[in-house]
């Protein structure tokens, strides 16, 4: 990102933020007893999917040369878009995509490194989102994608390389008609806590585990739990605030320590890091 103001630099990253105000205003849809779930636009009859809807399946998931020649034919000419492109190293995917005959469309903050892969023709287009406001990424997210597709063509799909950002891409994918995980799905798969409970309701064998949210938790965490222990957030990454403790004035501890640690991290060009203690 480029350097300028607190407020410049903000418009260029992901939080914890985005996803909290995500699963608030819209329901994750494809959850039992979910009688929320929005709206889904039916698939578009566009030229690609009609294509593909003649090809059989048994071929895409053939191993060998002929599966991987008709996996790149229907890859061909396909326009997905990139939520976040990545880190810089990245670019080696783009430029691959590309000469498989991808149009790749990157939606990312404004000052981000991946806006001159546009020029180079690597990428068919660059749209820069304001990422400050965290209730209204999704929105600004999802005009975005519209524009392109009034502009452009239709969007095949919707993707992105940042744990951050898989919410908002499940999102973005399930207003658009497009496939891939619910949002359901993947809120539950970034949480280790929701993880854990359906392997528990699901009969799969599980360790020991607490969700704690205040520190008049700490003391059933650590009777239930017991010592050695690992306190984790429930959807972190990067092993950001993954502290072994060996006892509960440890735990205490590591909880104060771990929330501050949490309130300062955000994705910045598609690497997770910690901000200073204002959160700048």
Not at 21 to 31: D, E, I, Y
Not at 37 to 48: F, I, K, N, Q, Y
Not at 154 to 182: H, I, M, N
Not at 201 to 210: C, E, K, P, Q, S
């Amino acid at each position: 990102p480029g350097a300028g103001s607190a407020h410049s630099h903000k418009q260029n990253f992901l939080s914890d933020r985005h996803i909290a105000v995500l699963q608030k205003a819209r329901p994750s849809g494809g959850g039992a007893g979910d009688d929320a779930a929005p709206a889904v636009r039916p698939l578009a009859p566009t030229p690609r999917r009609s294509q593909l809807a003649g090809v059989p399946m048994d071929k895409l998931r053939a191993p060998g040369m002929e599966g991987l020649a008709a996996r790149r034919e229907a890859l061909r000419g396909a326009r997905i878009a990139f939520v976040t492109a990545g880190y810089s190293g990245k670019k080696f995917v783009f430029e691959k995509a590309c000469t498989l005959g991808v149009k790749c469309v990157v939606l990312d903050g404004p000052d981000s490194w991946a806006k001159g892969m546009e020029g180079e023709g690597i990428i068919e287009r660059f749209v820069g989102v304001d990422m400050s406001d965290a209730g209204a990424v999704y929105a600004r997210c999802l005009a975005a994608l519209a524009a392109v597709e009034a502009e452009l063509g239709p969007v095949d799909g919707v993707v992105s390389f940042c744990e951050l950002a898989q919410p908002l891409a499940a999102r973005l994918a399930e207003a658009l008609g497009l496939p891939g995980p619910t949002p359901f799905a993947v809120d539950a798969a970034r949480s280790k806590f929701a993880t854990r409970e359906m392997m528990g309701a699901a009969g799969l064998a599980t360790i020991r585990h607490v969700k704690v949210t205040r520190p008049e938790d700490l003391a059933h965490a650590a009777e239930h739990v017991g010592f050695p222990a690992v306190i984790k957030p429930t959807g972190g990454a990067a092993s950001i605030g993954v502290i072994r403790v060996n006892s509960e004035d440890e735990l205490r501890a590591a909880f104060e320590r771990v929330k501050g640690d949490l309130s300062r991290c955000r994705v910045v060009a598609g690497a997770i890091e910690e901000g200073d203690e204002e959160g700048g």
